[in-house]
C-alpha cells in the first residue's frame, strides 16, 4: 500500500467519524389524511329532526407476538385504546354537532350510522386507523385510513389538548360532511329502515314487507301505519334499548375518563423512549461500523512496511480509537435495551376491567355480566321477554 493511500485512507475515516458525530435521525411532523377528493358540501340544511343516532363500535385492535417482541405494542394498552379512541371520536364528533345521539355502541346495536375503526399502529410515534362509515341501509359513506406521525410538539408540558385531537376533529369533519351530502329524504330513509331492521327482529313476519333488498342496500318500501299497535309497541321497546345503550355509554365514557391521564403519560413516555431507543440504535450502529473501519485501517497502516514510523504509530492509535469506539457503541447498543425493557413496562401500566351491570325492567331485577358485547346479549333476551309479554298482553 502506498504512503498516499494511507493517508487517504485515514482522512476518509476522520470525515466519516466528523459526519456520524453530526447524524441525527430526522424529525417527521405532517399529518396524513385520505387522498379522497372531498366533494364540495351541499347548499340543503337538515333539520334537527333528521339528525342521526350515531353508534361507533369498539374499535379492532390485534396485536401480533411479533409486534410485542419488537415492543411495537403493547396487548394491555391496545385493549384500552379499543375502547379510549371511539369516545374521544365520539367527543370530537359532540363538539362539532348535527347529530341526535353519538353512542360507543355495542356492536349488535341497531342506529342510524354505523362507525367502526381498525387499530393498525399505535405506540406514542404513529397512530395509523382505519375508518368505515356504513349507514342502516347498508350504504358504505366512506372508508378511509387515517395517520399522524406525532412530534415532540405534541406533547408540550401544559397542553390541554391530547395529541390525537387533530385526527379524531378531521374524522368528525368528513363524517359531517358525508351527512350534508345525503340530504332530507335520504336521512328520512335511513331512520325508517333503521326503525324497521329493529322491529324486524322482533316481528319479522309483521315487519318483512316494509323494507326490501335493492341495488345491494335496503330500502323502504312502505312505512307502518300510524294506528299500528305492534310497530308502536315495537318503538318503546326500542326506546328500551336506547335507554341501555346510553347506559354503556357511560360506562365507557367513564373508563376513558380514568384512563385519560394515564394513557396521555404513557403515550407521552413511549414517545420520548421509542425516540431515544432509536436515536440510540442508529449512533451506535454507526459508531460501530466506525469503529471496525478505524480497526481495519489502523492495523493495515501499523503493518504498511513503507510508511514511516510515525504513520506506523499512528496507525496503532487509530486502531486503537477504532476498537474503543466500538466497546462503546456496544455500550450504547445495551443502553437502548434499557429503552425496550422501559416501553414494555409502561405497556402493563392500563388495565381494562368491565364492571357488572344491574338493570331493573317490569319489577324484575337482572345482573348483566361479562364484555359488553355479552352483556347486551343478555340485555336484548331481556327485551324479547319483555316484547313477548307485552304483545301477548295487547292482544
Known amino acids: 500500500m502506498q504512503k498516499s493511500q494511507v493517508e487517504l485512507n485515514l482522512v476518509v475515516l476522520v470525515l466519516a467519524a466528523a459526519l456520524a458525530g453530526g447524524?441525527?435521525?430526522?424529525?417527521?411532523?405532517?399529518?396524513?389524511?385520505?387522498?379522497?377528493t372531498v366533494d364540495e358540501p351541499v347548499a340543503e340544511a337538515i333539520p334537527e329532526e333528521l339528525h342521526l343516532d350515531v353508534g361507533i363500535v369498539r374499535f379492532r385492535g390485534k396485536v401480533s407476538d411479533a409486534e410485542v417482541e419488537a415492543g411495537e405494542a403493547f396487548r394491555q394498552v391496545?385493549?384500552?385504546?379499543?375502547?379510549?379512541?371511539?369516545?374521544?371520536?365520539?367527543?370530537?364528533?359532540?363538539?362539532?354537532?348535527?347529530?341526535?345521539?353519538?353512542?360507543?355502541?355495542?356492536?349488535?346495536?341497531?342506529?342510524?350510522?354505523?362507525?367502526?375503526?381498525?387499530?393498525?399502529?399505535?405506540?406514542?410515534?404513529?397512530?395509523?386507523?382505519?375508518?368505515?362509515?356504513?349507514?342502516?341501509?347498508?350504504?358504505?359513506?366512506?372508508?378511509?385510513?387515517y395517520r399522524h406521525e406525532f412530534t415532540?410538539?405534541?406533547?408540550?408540558?401544559?397542553?390541554?389538548?391530547?395529541?390525537?385531537?387533530?385526527?379524531?376533529?378531521?374524522?368528525a369533519v368528513d363524517l359531517l360532511h358525508k351527512r350534508n351530502l345525503q340530504g332530507a329524504s335520504a336521512l328520512k330513509e335511513i331512520r325508517a329502515v333503521a326503525e324497521l331492521r329493529f322491529a324486524k327482529e322482533f316481528a319479522p313476519e309483521a315487519f318483512e314487507r316494509h323494507v326490501e333488498q335493492?341495488?345491494?342496500?335496503?330500502?323502504?318500501a312502505a312505512l307502518p301505519a300510524q294506528e299500528d299497535t305492534l310497530y308502536q309497541l315495537v318503538l318503546q321497546v326500542k326506546e328500551r334499548d336506547d335507554v341501555f345503550v346510553e347506559s354503556v355509554q357511560k360506562y365507557s365514557e367513564n373508563f376513558a375518563n380514568q384512563i385519560d391521564a394515564a394513557y396521555r403519560d404513557w403515550a407521552r413516555q413511549s414517545y420520548f423512549e421509542r425516540r431515544a431507543h432509536d436515536e440510540g440504535v442508529f449512533a451506535s450502529v454507526a459508531q460501530g461500523l466506525l469503529g471496525v473501519l478505524a480497526i481495519a485501517g489502523g492495523v493495515?497502516?501499523?503493518?504498511?512496511?513503507?510508511?514511516?514510523?510515525?504513520?506506523?504509530?499512528?496507525?496503532?492509535?487509530?486502531?486503537?480509537?477504532?476498537?474503543?469506539?466500538?466497546?462503546?457503541?456496544?455500550?450504547?447498543?445495551?443502553?437502548?435495551?434499557?429503552?425496550?425493557?422501559?416501553?414494555?413496562?409502561?405497556g402493563q401500566s392500563l388495565n381494562l376491567e368491565v364492571e357488572t351491570q344491574v338493570v331493573h325492567v317490569e319489577n324484575q331485577t337482572h345482573t348483566l355480566t361479562g364484555s359488553i358485547e355479552e352483556q347486551y346479549q343478555q340485555w336484548r333476551k331481556i327485551l324479547a321477554q319483555v316484547y313477548a309479554a307485552e304483545r301477548g298482553g295487547s292482544n
Open 23 to 36: 447524524c441525527q435521525t430526522p424529525k417527521l411532523g405532517a399529518d396524513y389524511w385520505s387522498s379522497e
Open 78 to 145: 391496545r385493549a384500552a385504546e379499543t375502547l379510549y379512541f371511539p369516545q374521544q371520536l365520539r367527543q370530537a364528533m359532540l363538539r362539532g354537532g348535527g347529530w341526535r345521539n353519538v353512542w360507543l355502541a355495542p356492536a349488535r346495536a341497531m342506529t342510524d350510522l354505523r362507525v367502526e375503526g381498525a387499530i393498525l399502529k399505535s405506540n406514542g410515534t404513529d397512530l395509523e386507523l382505519e375508518i368505515r362509515a356504513t349507514d342502516a341501509t347498508g350504504a358504505q359513506w366512506f372508508q378511509r385510513i
Open 152 to 171: 415532540e410538539a405534541d406533547y408540550a408540558e401544559g397542553s390541554k389538548t391530547r395529541a390525537t385531537d387533530a385526527l379524531f376533529e378531521q374524522i
Open 214 to 220: 335493492r341495488d345491494g342496500r335496503l330500502r323502504l
Open 300 to 346: 493495515a497502516m501499523a503493518a504498511d512496511s513503507g510508511s514511516s514510523p510515525q504513520m506506523r504509530d499512528l496507525g496503532v492509535l487509530v486502531a486503537a480509537g477504532g476498537a474503543y469506539a466500538t466497546y462503546d457503541a456496544y455500550q450504547d447498543y445495551e443502553a437502548t435495551e434499557i429503552h425496550e425493557a422501559a416501553l414494555k413496562e409502561l
